[in-house]
């Protein structure tokens, strides 16, 4: 079956990094896109990045442009989520995502920016 399983998460302070992972089986990594979503409680669960197939065209929210980069290794069968220069309003659950039969979705890793 599928599983994908995040992780990397942290609390880092204001304009740190951190580097998510999300490990894909069950599944043919290398032949479907993959998206990141972050999930605050009490708000709806929101689209950060996607990735093609082959990695070659990437497509970011508006809010973390020029901050946080997508890419995947197919052989590993891992998609990554680089986050640079986080600011409070990253904080939250960052799950990765994928479409086979019906959507897919990791358990999640919790981000926290803070100082």
């Known amino acids: 079956q599928v599983q994908l399983v995040e992780s990397g998460g942290g609390l880092v302070q204001p304009g740190g990094s951190l580097r998510l992972s999300c490990v894909a089986s069950?599944?043919?990594?290398?032949?479907?896109?993959m998206k990141w979503y972050r999930q605050v409680p009490g708000k709806e669960r929101e689209w950060v990045a996607s990735i093609t197939s082959g990695g070659y065209t990437v497509n970011y929210a508006d809010s973390v442009k020029g901050r946080f980069t997508i890419s995947r290794d197919n052989d590993q069968n891992t998609l990554y989520l680089q986050m640079n220069s986080l600011k409070p309003d990253d904080t939250g659950a960052y799950l990765c995502?994928?479409?086979?039969?019906?959507?897919?979705w990791g358990q999640g890793t919790q981000v926290t920016v803070s100082s």
């Open positions: 995502n994928t479409y086979v039969d019906r959507d897919y």
């Open positions: 069950g599944f043919t990594f290398r032949g479907y896109w």
